[in-house]
């Protein structure tokens, strides 16, 4: 049996597009392999902007809380593509991954179809081999017309809708919202985070018109930080719980789209849980170990993968409630994203951003183009050949700096590999 890795490079190919919003080559594979989609465990079917990742780490540490065991398909992974595949609350084996790529291959027939479709029809084979409690999918792009949007849902959950990838799922917040509520279904209850205004009224029109009810912030429930936990509130009563293990003001959001879903649920016993046990790696990430952090010396050396501008707003306001210390930002972006958009809400925040280029990825957006960008929203910027000569840079001006890593998943993902 050939690597998953090989197996994976071969599935590249299949497609001249690395995204093509389509479900009709899903389906032509799902009916060759005799429709696994039909016998998972119930699914929990996540989509939205920002928060998704986030919100299914908190709601699967909640029914692991609670005693059951979930599958659970994210995407994009940081180190190995292992990490979008757990079965039965374990990471996929090698052996296990490489028979699963290898069938849906032999399966495809060389028929074109993407990376994205293929493999995650190899996930939901693996999770209809092995039993158990739930079955946790991440959108990976929109929603309506995404890889994953081919089961029939216990639950749906839309978490924050903001602007993103917007040449797949249109230029307005009104456009991408009706994209994500495309996971609704007739009779599937959905937890809905807080929204803006108008993407809401999207949601809720979709929903009506397929009688899906809703479960939505700020109406059906509440969530709030207080005398440092955090209290959740909805018809069912009120409850008090420690607060997220993941850091910033918008795990608090994620924790109540948890919450929220683990009461709807049933499984209130793990709401604890969800907060006290979640991981979710890159997101507000203190990195303890490593040749970066000894390169680091006295400096925090911190990891984060947001790459948009409520993501920008997001880590702003994060990393405003740390204690002070003159913070740098290393930023690597892709060049299909808002940098401008990004930057601006961190202008305010950080002392000096160093930009570099993420190695090895064919969109990464230039260093200089990174730098003049962050000059544009008022931040100063230089430009470094790599992230160790940044960091270096970095500590022999302010060898007791916050440094934070950021800007894109891709970028997180080469800092988790290189530094172990």
Same mark, same amino acid.
């Given at each position: 049996?050939?690597?998953?890795? $090989?197996?994976?490079?071969?599935?590249?190919?299949?497609?001249?597009?690395?995204?093509?919003?389509?479900?009709?080559?899903?389906?032509?594979?799902?009916?060759?392999?005799?429709? =696994? !989609?039909?016998?998972?465990?119930?699914?929990?079917?996540?989509?939205?902007?920002?928060?998704?990742?986030?919100?299914?780490?908190?709601?699967?540490?909640?029914?692991?809380?609670?005693?059951?065991?979930?599958?659970?398909?994210?995407? =994009?992974?940081?180190?190995?593509?292992?990490?979008?595949?757990?079965?039965?609350?374990?990471?996929?084996? #090698?052996?296990?991954?490489?028979?699963?790529?290898? !069938?849906?291959?032999?399966?495809?027939?060389?028929? @074109?179809?993407?990376?994205? #479709?293929?493999?995650?029809?190899?996930?939901?084979?693996?999770?209809?081999?092995? %039993?158990?409690?739930?079955?946790?999918?991440?959108?990976?792009?929109?929603?309506?017309?995404?890889?994953?949007?081919?089961?029939?849902? %216990?639950?749906?959950?839309?978490?924050?809708?903001?602007?993103?990838? !917007?040449?797949?799922?249109?230029?307005?917040?009104?456009?991408?919202?009706?994209?994500?509520?495309?996971?609704?279904?007739?009779?599937? @209850?959905?937890?809905?985070? &807080?929204?803006?205004?108008? $993407?809401?009224?999207?949601?809720?029109?979709?929903?009506?018109?397929?009688?899906?009810?809703?479960?939505?912030?700020?109406?059906?429930?509440?969530?709030?930080?207080?005398?440092?936990?955090?209290?959740?509130?909805?018809?069912?009563?009120?409850?008090?719980?420690?607060?997220?293990?993941?850091?910033?003001?918008?795990?608090?959001?994620?924790?109540?789209?948890?919450?929220?879903?683990?009461?709807?649920?049933?499984?209130?016993?793990?709401?604890?849980?969800?907060?006290?046990?979640?991981?979710? @790696?890159? %997101?507000?990430?203190?990195? /303890?170990?490593?040749?970066?952090?000894?390169?680091?010396? %006295?400096?925090?050396?911190?990891?984060?993968?947001?790459?948009? &501008?409520?993501?920008?707003?997001?880590?702003? #306001?994060?990393? +405003?409630?740390?204690?002070?210390? @003159?913070?740098?930002?290393?930023?690597?972006?892709?060049?299909?994203?808002?940098?401008? +958009?990004?930057?601006?809400?961190?202008?305010?925040?950080?002392?000096?951003?160093?930009?570099?280029?993420?190695?090895?990825?064919?969109?990464?957006?230039?260093?200089?183009?990174?730098?003049?960008?962050?000059?544009?929203?008022?931040?100063?910027?230089? !430009?470094?050949?790599?992230?160790?000569?940044?960091? /270096?840079?970095?500590?022999?001006?302010?060898?007791?700096?916050?440094?934070?890593?950021? +800007? /894109?998943?891709?970028?997180?993902?080469?800092?988790?590999?290189?530094?172990?």
């Amino acid at each position: 049996m050939q690597t998953s890795d $090989a197996i994976l490079d071969r599935l590249m190919a299949l497609h001249p597009k690395v995204i093509d919003l389509v479900l009709d080559r899903v389906h032509r594979l799902l009916d060759a392999m005799d429709h =696994p !989609e039909t016998r998972l465990p119930p699914v929990i079917h996540v989509a939205g902007t920002n928060g998704k990742g986030s919100t299914v780490a908190m709601i699967r540490a909640g029914l692991e809380g609670a005693g059951e065991t979930c599958h659970v398909y994210t995407s =994009p992974h940081l180190a190995r593509f292992h990490e979008r595949i757990r079965v039965a609350g374990e990471l996929i084996s #090698e052996p296990a991954l490489a028979e699963l790529l290898d !069938e849906c291959e032999r399966a495809n027939g060389g028929a @074109p179809i993407t990376f994205f #479709e293929i493999t995650t029809v190899a996930a939901l084979l693996a999770f209809a081999r092995t %039993r158990a409690d739930w079955t946790l999918l991440e959108v990976g792009l929109g929603g309506r017309l995404d890889a994953t949007n081919v089961v029939v849902p %216990r639950l749906t959950v839309i978490t924050p809708v903001s602007m993103d990838h !917007e040449a797949f799922l249109g230029n307005t917040i009104e456009a991408i919202a009706g994209e994500k509520a495309g996971i609704l279904k007739p009779g599937v @209850p959905c937890i809905v985070g &807080p929204q803006q205004d108008s $993407a809401l009224e999207v949601i809720e029109y979709r929903a009506a018109r397929l009688g899906a009810p809703l479960h939505v912030h700020g109406q059906h429930w509440h969530v709030a930080e207080e005398n440092g936990g955090l209290v959740f509130q909805d018809e069912t009563g009120l409850m008090d719980l420690p607060p997220p293990r993941l850091l910033g003001a918008h795990q608090v959001q994620n924790a109540g789209m948890a919450i929220a879903a683990l009461r709807l649920l049933g499984r209130a016993e793990g709401a604890a849980a969800a907060m006290r046990d979640a991981e979710w @790696p890159a %997101r507000m990430q203190r990195l /303890s170990r490593g040749p970066l952090v000894a390169l680091a010396g %006295r400096a925090e050396l911190w990891l984060d993968g947001g790459h948009n &501008p409520a993501a920008g707003v997001a880590l702003a #306001e994060a990393l +405003g409630r740390l204690p002070a210390r @003159p913070t740098h930002l290393v930023c690597g972006m892709l060049n299909t994203k808002d940098v401008k +958009g990004y930057l601006r809400p961190l202008a305010g925040t950080a002392t000096r951003l160093h930009a570099v280029a993420i190695p090895g990825e064919r969109n990464t957006l230039p260093a200089a183009e990174t730098a003049a960008a962050a000059r544009a929203v008022g931040l100063e910027a230089r !430009e470094a050949p790599d992230l160790a000569a940044a960091i /270096s840079e970095i500590v022999a001006e302010a060898p007791d700096a916050r440094i934070l890593i950021c +800007g /894109s998943l891709y970028l997180a993902g080469r800092v988790l590999r290189e530094n172990g």
